[in-house]
């Protein structure tokens, strides 16, 4: 496609995503080039493409209704959606990285934790309350 035709499907794919109670974050082009393999859609052979990430939020329910306009549209050969996980913050400090291991605040919890756990014990099955066979 042309530049003002891709500029047109994106307008009308961010819309969709406007009215269906989404916010958009931003649209990234990831450029035009080769497709993996040959994909057919709407009776005719597509061998290259241009790709897009298109940030947003939405609720499931209305992912689901994008899903099926998306599927419908003929200038969209192929579409996915992902779930964004928050990045986990954590902090990092030079000074408890440096330290030997059995002075880590984060080591000495594992080993409590190993400590806690119940070790597994081998019962024989006799059918009785108690060990015949310790004395």
């Known amino acids: 496609m042309a530049r003002p035709e891709v500029a047109k499907v994106l307008k009308r794919a961010a819309t969709n995503i ?3 109670q989404g916010i958009l974050f931003g649209i ?6 080769a497709l993996p393999y040959s994909i057919s859609s709407e009776g005719r052979r597509h ?4 790709y897009f990430l298109i ?3 939405a609720t499931p329910s209305s992912i689901d209704v994008l899903r099926d306009e998306f599927r419908r549209d003929i200038d969209i050969i ?3 959606f992902m779930r964004i996980k928050p990045e986990e913050k954590f902090e990092c400090t030079l000074d408890e990285e440096m330290k030997p291991p059995a002075y880590r605040e984060d080591v000495k919890k594992m080993i409590e ?8 014990q081998h019962r ?3 059918g009785l309350n108690y060990n015949p066979f310790r004395t």
């Open 55 to 57: 940030r947003f939020d």
């Open 47 to 50: 061998r290259e493409g241009s």
């Open 18 to 20: 406007y009215y269906n």
């Open 78 to 80: 192929r579409h996915g």
């Open 113 to 120: 934790e190993g400590r806690k756990k119940e070790r597994f």
């Open 28 to 33: 990234e082009n990831l450029g035009h080039r």
């Open 124 to 126: 024989q099955m006799t």
